[in-house]
Structure formats: structure tokens, C-alpha cells
């Protein structure tokens, strides 16, 4: 893939990412602040409206898939969320037992949600689907 493609591709990923991190960072802030649910229930449930949102996103907006989906796309994009989430999730789990401010420790795991997840849906999941490829 050439540097241009892969650059316009990074910047729509952080535009994605940029509604994503609103909607997850809103329906935690809304479940925990308002709802008084859990953090990690709350987190969870943020986390799950994101991932429909990103992968309609990323698919058609960011890698601009042009083909008919394929269920292997769909196993990819759950794995690379799975890893990404458990990453995410356990950072959460440690900034917290480190006394960090909830608020503080979902926003530092969420950049490193982030990147791993970029990284694994360009590498894996959109690689060989996408109009640029």
C-alpha cells in the first residue's frame, strides 16, 4: 500500500476514532455518572455500541471496502476488537488500582485501544477488501 493511501486512511481512522471515543466516552460517562452502573459494566457497554459504529465506520468510511461483506471480515474484526479490548480493559483495571481517577484511567486506556486497533483492522481485517488495496 503506498504512503499516501495508507495516510488518508490514518486520518479517517482518527476521525472514526474521534466519534467513536465521543460515543464510547458518552455512554460510560452517562451508565456510571448517571445510571450509577459499574465502571466496568459501563465501560463494557460503551465499548459495544463502538464496535458496531466502528466497524460500519472503518469499513466504509476508512478502508473503503468495496466488496460484498465476508464473514472472515466480520471473525477479524471481532478478534482484533477482542485483543484490543483486553489490552484496553486491563490498562482500565490497573490505572484504577493505582488510584487514578476513572475518568482519567478510560481515556489513557481508550489511545491505547486505539492504536492496537488501527493496527490489527489495516493489518488484518480490511487489508485485502479495501478499493486502495
Do not use: W
Amino acid at each position: 500500500m503506498r504512503a499516501p493511501e495508507s495516510l488518508g486512511q490514518l486520518i479517517r481512522f482518527c476521525l472514526v476514532g474521534a466519534v467513536n471515543t465521543a460515543l464510547t466516552f458518552l455512554i460510560f460517562f452517562v451508565l456510571f455518572r448517571v445510571g450509577g452502573i459499574n465502571e466496568f459494566i459501563s465501560n463494557a457497554a460503551g465499548y459495544a455500541a463502538g464496535l458496531i459504529c466502528s466497524f460500519l465506520l472503518n469499513r466504509f468510511f476508512t478502508f473503503k471496502v468495496i466488496k460484498r461483506p465476508d464473514p472472515l471480515e466480520a471473525v477479524l474484526f471481532l478478534a482484533v476488537f477482542a485483543v484490543s479490548f483486553s489490552l484496553q480493559s486491563a490498562l482500565f483495571a490497573l490505572l484504577l488500582k493505582a488510584h487514578f481517577a476513572v475518568e482519567v484511567s478510560q481515556l489513557f486506556s481508550m489511545a491505547v485501544y486505539t492504536a492496537a486497533n488501527f493496527a490489527g483492522n489495516k493489518i488484518f481485517t480490511f487489508r485485502k477488501n479495501s478499493a486502495a488495496a
